[in-house]
């Protein structure tokens, strides 16, 4: 959640001409971390919470692309790109982590 605002704040940056593009995207991949994770809590089985980790790590990599372009095109600092990809590597480490547990 706290990844979720972090990138709301920056994304409401960046230039209006993409609102429904690269802006829409990065949104929508970010979102869709703690909401496959909450969904995947709800599952019967392990193996079905574990699918639902799967989707969230693509979620994560995918996020971690669009924030590179976004830094590619300027509208992130080198220093914002750093610390948002910092963040995306804990997270994707500690949710490997608890899927793999989940054996």
């Known amino acids: 959640m706290e990844l979720c605002q972090i990138v709301f704040k920056i994304t ?58 976004s830094s590619y095109k300027d509208y992130i600092t080198k220093e914002e790109l750093k610390d948002l990809e910092d963040k995306i590597e804990e997270l994707q480490k500690m949710i490997s982590g608890f899927k793999n547990s989940l054996d």
């Open 12 to 69: 409401s940056q960046f230039p209006k001409e993409e609102i429904y593009s690269l802006t829409s995207q990065i949104n929508r991949s970010v979102v869709s971390v703690p909401s496959n994770i909450a969904e995947g809590s709800s599952r019967a089985s392990n193996k079905d919470f574990k699918r639902f980790l799967e989707i969230t790590l693509g979620s994560l990599f995918e996020l971690q692309t669009q924030i590179v372009l």
